[in-house]
C-alpha cells in the first residue's frame, strides 16, 4: 500500500502543477500574474515540507503541533533550517527571500506586463527542482506531466541563460570603469528581479541588465543595500532594518 503523502506535499504539488500549467494554457499577462503566485506558493510549501519532515513541530509557530496551528513564515522556516543544521545555502536562501518580496509586491501593487515573468518564475522552479532533489530526496518531473515537465525545464534554462548573459555584461561594465572610480559606480542587488545585476550610476542611470530598464532604488541607510522607495519605510530605512531596530529596544 502507498504511502499517502503529508496534506503540505500534496497542497505543494497542486501549486506547482496550476502554476506551470497557466504558463501553458493562459499565455497572457493575467495568465502570468496566476502562474507566479502559484509557484512562489509551491516553494514556500516545499521548504515547510522538509521541516516537518524532519520534526512535524517545526512548521509551527509556538512549535505545537495541532490541526488549526498557526505555521511559520519563510523567514521563521529558513531559521529553523539553521536550527536543525541543515542551513540553507546562501544562493538559495537569497532567492527564496526574493520570492517572498516578489510575490508581496505582486499582491500588494498592480501587477504590470513584462518580459521578465517567465524567466522569474524559472528561478522559482530552479529553486524547486533543486530543493525537491537536496532536500527532500524526490524529482519534479514525478510531480508534473511530461508537457508540464517540458515547460518547466524550459523556463528554468530560459532564467539560466538569461542570468548569464546580464551578469556578463555586468562584469564588461564594471571592467569599462578607470579603478580608481569603480568604488563610485557600485553593482547591487535590482529589488525587482533579485539578481545581483543593478548598476548604480551607470550611463543609463541605475541600470538592471537582467530587467534591461533603469531602477528606481534608494539605498537603506543602516545597512546600504538598494530598495524600492515604497520599500525603506519612509525613512530610509528597509523592513529588515527596521525590525532589528524594534527587537532591540
Known sequence: MAKK????LENAIDSLRVGVRYFLDHPSEYGEKWAILAIFNAAELFLKEGLRRYNPTLIYTNRVETPDGHTVTVTEALKRYEEIGLGIDDEDRE??????RRRNRIEHRSFEASDTHQTIAGEALRFIYHFLDEYLSTEMK?????????????LILAFEERLREAEANVATYVESIDPKERI???TATCPECGNETLMIDSPNGDYCSFCE????????????????PEELEGVGVCSSCLAERFSRW
Not at 5 to 8: D, V
Open 142 to 154: 514525478l510531480y508534473l506531466s511530461v508537457a508540464e515537465y517540458r515547460r518547466a525545464r524550459e
Open 184 to 186: 563610485l559606480h557600485t
Open 5 to 8: 503523502k503529508s496534506p503540505i
Open 213 to 228: 530598464d533603469e531602477q528606481c532604488v534608494g539605498a537603506c541607510v543602516t545597512c546600504g543595500e538598494y530598495f524600492a
Open 95 to 100: 532567492t527564496i527571500e526574493e520570492l517572498q
